[in-house]
């Protein structure tokens, strides 16, 4: 796709000039202008030059959905650095990796967590200097403190920088770098759920022609406003979320982190028209309470990715909502989608698989399935192989990892580890995970199938599936459920094993069911099934 931008920098830059007035960023009900941010990123990025941030300098961000992860991130542009944006969960150990894999000089992060966190690890890494901020920094003053940030307090330390000051700092602004196209915008962490995290280095153009896709594929114009509830350190935020905001000169909400009741609460508050996010977030809105009384009619230009996604629970979603969840699938390393669902087409399901498509290819990219074993012959349609794509969206590789770039990005296309298959009419499935593959008895059994079946049930709210050790099958399948409000106590893991039993094959019916209050998921959204793996046989007394 062809644009007149070169940089993620120019979409910010490009909004700022034309409508300067035009909200860029709902805070719960506190706006800010894509002029505001501008200015404040403007004078910020004179501050962190004039601390010694050289270009190519990597800064880390370490926060929550709020404004200043947007005025930040255009300050380091402005300055010519590069954005390391790192979840705001991670502890010690993970801190103190992340920074030093990417060799950070400065950290930007919450007061909050540079209390609890980082003033242990900064000792330990090449940092020079800490900014810190607080969420309630961009609430006006004398305004009624969200109920989210009720338990916040400001927080000043005596050996970093306050963001605000920078932001107000009477200096002279620097003039801009202007980054190209092949510049790094970003080091993109990888979650970890599957080994040790690495940088997706995200360039420039990997950002814009991501963002152009996602406007057009999602026809946001000038009456669309979106809804936050991706976090904004995860690919599907800063694209998803706000580059193509910037892209479409529209606002986006934000309220600090993921709530269920907050996010019903400011789609009808500011009549959010699209949102794109993992399908756990519409999980919990379709299952809460106050999903009857809040007005969602906006809400027509819903996405999820990151996981497949069960069509009961897209059923479900659009029977108490009006809307419709299109499938979307990206990773870190495609800079967010590589496939879509068309606006206001119903995706396919599979019937062999039961599984929802993931749809086709969007604008530029170009995807294949190749066979598991050698990674290089194409596959027919109809037949199981692990997804490759190719494409502007795809990374050069990972920071300083040259022997895992070699092994991900063979001859331009990227090995996604997704298994999958196409159909003849070009829409592309996704099954599961290569490494989460089920193999009992020497039967093949894919999770996702398992999991589709259990959301048949009125009572699952949640419901992740994996492969545990079986001294006689070698594996078995194991399930960790959520169930709804009302469901508990009446429910147990026998009747659930049961309703499987009469919908699977007899190699795929949960052995074990193991129902739970939450299962455990990365900030994105995805399950951690590792976790899940490792807590082996489990406390369900039914082992049939």
Known sequence: MSGPHTSALALFEAAAERRPAAPAIHYFDTTLSYGE????????????????????????????????????????????????????????????????DAGARVLICLESLYERT????????????????????????????????????????????????????????????RPRGEDLA??????????????????????????????????????DVILGVAPLFHITGMIGHLAVAAQAEIPVILFYRFDVAEALRLVERWRATFTVGAITVFIAMASHPDVARRNLTSLRKVWSGGAPVAPAVVGRFREVTGAYIHNIYGMTETTSPSHAVPLG???????ATGALAIGVPVPGAEARIVDLESGTRELPPGELGEIVVKGPMVVAGYW?????????????????????????????YLVDRKKDLIVASGYKVWPREVEDVLYQ?????????????????GETVKAFVALKEGFEGTVTG??????????????????????????????????LRRMLRAEGPGSDPSRP
């Not at 026998?494 to 990365?522: H, Q, S, W």
């Open 457 to 473: 049930h009125p009572g699952i709210r949640e419901a992740a599936v994996v492969g545990i050790p079986d001294p006689y099958r």
């Open 37 to 100: 941010l501008d200015r404040m990123a403007a004078t910020l990025a004179a501050s962190l030059t004039e601390l010694g941030l050289d270009p190519g300098d990597r800064v880390a961000l370490y926060l929550q959905n709020v404004p200043q992860f947007v005025i930040a991130q255009c300050a380091v542009w402005k300055a010519g650095g590069v954005v390391v944006p790192l979840n705001p969960m991670l502890k010690e150990s993970e801190l103190s990796y992340h920074l030093n």
């Open 400 to 428: 300083g990892k040259p022997e895992e770039t070699a092994y991900a990005i063979r001859n331009g296309w990227l090995h996604t580890g997704d298994v999958g298959k196409r159909d003849a009419s070009g829409w592309f």
């Open 345 to 351: 087409v119903d995706a396919p399901v599979d019937p």
């Open 118 to 177: 980082a003033r242990h690890v900064v000792p330990q890494t090449a940092l020079e200097r800490v900014v810190t901020t607080s969420e309630l920094d961009c609430l006006p003053p004398g305004a009624p403190v969200p109920p989210l940030l009720a338990e916040s307090t400001k927080l000043r330390f005596r050996e970093t920088h306050d963001l605000v000051e920078l932001c107000r700092s009477p200096r002279a602004r620097a003039a801009p770098r």
């Open 186 to 223: 970003f080091l993109t962490y990888t979650s970890g759920t599957t080994g040790t995290a690495k940088g997706a280095m995200n360039s420039h153009a990997n950002v814009v022609h991501n963002a152009r896709v996602y406007q057009s594929w999602m026809q946001l114009g000038p009456d």
């Open 494 to 527: 026998n009747d659930l094993i049961g309703f499987c039993r009469e919908r699977l094959a007899a190699y795929k019916y949960p052995r074990e069911v193991e129902i739970v209050d939450e299962v455990p998921k990365t900030p994105s959204g995805k399950f």
